[in-house]
Each structure stands twice: as structure tokens, then as C-alpha cells.
T-cell receptor
Framework: DTAVSQTPKYLVTQMGNDKSIKCEQN?????MYWYKQDSKKFLKIMFSYNNKELIINETVPNRFSPKSPDKAHLNLHINSLELGDSAVYFC?????????????FGPGTRLTVL | QKEVEQDPGPLSVPEGAIVSLNCTYSNSAFQYFMWYRQYSRKGPELLMY??SSGNKEDGRFTAQVDKSSKYISLFIRDSQPSDSATYLC?????????WGAGTKLIIKP
């Protein structure tokens, strides 16, 4: 049974389009995250979110927005896609906030912007 | 200077060798130190988690933290081809989690 799942696994789209990536965790965790991993494998946190607080990395453009319909889901919406958005996006979850516990990662969504 | 420095490699060693992977950091507020392993086209998964200076062992893996030198290491004994992956260090203070760039490790049969 998959702990953290993401859809789609691959996403190819044109510049200027709007797209969404979905994430679901069945671990009962309180906090979820979105990461961007570039071609050099550098993992950069974009957002962390629990039912109390959204923490945004200030370097993330406001074209990116997380949406959480419930505790088990954190979707990522991207408006006006740009070439530089091409990367692998990982969703993760942890049982508590960042100050304590291990993060569990999804399999990633490989986004290619043409 | 980045807060966490990690040589991206690749590091290529023969099967059975002892592997040493390292990260250095600049922020003395970091208290928790982690090593994640990431296979190609997969998400990172936690390997080791340490809080204090010293060594922690788990099977063939040993994590070492030297807070005075701001240096952490992951040792892999009797390395196997299945250990070939990217290894990322991560470290945390009460307020932030910072990742290293990852070291690509290749174990040659």
C-alpha cells in the first residue's frame, strides 16, 4: 500500500499553461511538503503545510500555490508555466512539524515545460 | 557559502569497498542530522537519523557527527551494487531544514 502517492508521474506541457499535481498520503501525518529537485539533484523545499500553518519558501514564485482539501491531500497548482519550471516535484509528509520527524517522500512528478 | 556543502560526485568504488560520504555545514544551530538515499527516478528515503555528536550504527551503515568540526559522515561497509544511488544529507534546527546537493555513488560489481 503506497504511503505517499503523486499523480501524474510525468507531465509534459507548453509554456504558459496552468497545471496541477496531486499528492495524497495515507500515513495519518499532520504535515505535508512540496519539493523541487532540479537537474543537478538539488532538493529545494517549496512549501510546508499542516492544518494550522502554511510556510512558504520566499524564493518560490507566486505562480505556485498549494491547495489542501483535507489533511491527507496537498495539491500543487502552477500557473503560467515557464521553461525553468521543468524539474521533478516531490511531495512528502511527516508526523509532526519540521522540528522533529522524518519525512516520507512520494515517487515524484517529472514536469517538462516545452 | 552554502549552509550545507556536499560533493556531488559521482563516487565510483568496487563492490566490497568501504564508502565514506561527507557533508560540511556552517550553521551551529543544526541539531538533527539525517542521511537519505535516493534511487534513480524515486523519492528520497531515510537511512539514518542522529541527534548528537558521535557514531550511530545500523547494519552496514554508520553515521558519524562531529559538531565541533561541523562535519558529518556516512560510512557503508561491504558495499553492494544495490547501494548505488544518490545519498543526500539533511540537517535541521528548530526553524529550518536544509538539504545537501547529494552525492551520486556507483558500486561496480
Amino acid at each position: 500500500d503506497t504511503a505517499v502517492s503523486q499523480t501524474p508521474k510525468y507531465l509534459v506541457t507548453q509554456m504558459g499553461n496552468d497545471k496541477s499535481i496531486k499528492c495524497e498520503q495515507n500515513l495519518g501525518h499532520d504535515t505535508m511538503y512540496w519539493y523541487k529537485q532540479d537537474s543537478k539533484k538539488f532538493l529545494k523545499i517549496m512549501f510546508s503545510y499542516n492544518n494550522k500553518e502554511l510556510i512558504i519558501n520566499e524564493t518560490v514564485p507566486n505562480r505556485f500555490s498549494p491547495k489542501s482539501p483535507d489533511k491527507a491531500h496537498l495539491n500543487l497548482h502552477i500557473n503560467s508555466l515557464e521553461l525553468g519550471d521543468s524539474a521533478v516535484y516531490f511531495c512528502a509528509s511527516s508526523p509532526e512539524g519540521m522540528s522533529t520527524d522524518t519525512q516520507y517522500f512520494g515517487p515524484g512528478t517529472r514536469l517538462t515545460v516545452l | 557559502q552554502k549552509e550545507v556543502e556536499q560533493d556531488p560526485g559521482p563516487l565510483s568504488v568496487p563492490e566490497g569497498a568501504i564508502v565514506s560520504l561527507n557533508c560540511t555545514y556552517s550553521n551551529s544551530a543544526f541539531q538533527y542530522f539525517m542521511w537519505y538515499r535516493q534511487y534513480s527516478r524515486k523519492g528520497p528515503e531515510l537511512l539514518m537519523y542522529t541527534y548528537s555528536s558521535g557514531n550511530k550504527e545500523d547494519g552496514r551503515f554508520t553515521a558519524q557527527v562531529d559538531k565541533s568540526s561541523k562535519y558529518i559522515s556516512l560510512f557503508i561497509r561491504d558495499s553492494q551494487p544495490s547501494d548505488s544511488a544518490t545519498y543526500l544529507c539533511a540537517m535541521r534546527s528548530n526553524y529550518q531544514l536544509i538539504w545537501g546537493a547529494g552525492t551520486k555513488l556507483i558500486i561496480k560489481p
